[in-house]
């Protein structure tokens, strides 16, 4: 818990014209703990449920990065490995204008 933070519950009845109003009030450290602590369960489980919703996402992201990584190492390899041809002799003679 955070310390030198002050906390507070209310009991808060929605009105049938819409308005809120306060029908109870407490800083019971207590019950406020509780609530923190259901609180925190939840926004954790909510977390964990946008966590998995972006699954397929990171997984494309991922694949993604894996073939540009892969195409550039393939054509580096192939540059390194890729014989130089040069011309037969007679081919160049016959590439050289008359």
Request: include cysteine.
């Amino acid at each position: 818990m955070l310390r030198n933070t002050h906390y507070s519950l209310a009991l808060v009845r929605k009105n049938a014209d819409g308005t809120a109003s306060i029908v109870f009030g407490t800083n019971n450290s207590g019950a406020v703990n509780t609530v923190l602590g259901i609180a925190g369960k939840a926004l954790k489980l909510r977390r964990m449920q946008i966590d998995e919703e972006n699954i397929p996402s990171q997984h494309a992201a991922q694949r993604t990065a894996n073939l540009k990584s892969l195409c550039a190492q393939f054509t580096d390899t192939l540059a390194k490995k890729a014989p130089v041809l040069q011309p037969h002799a007679n081919q160049a003679a016959e590439l050289v204008p008359a």
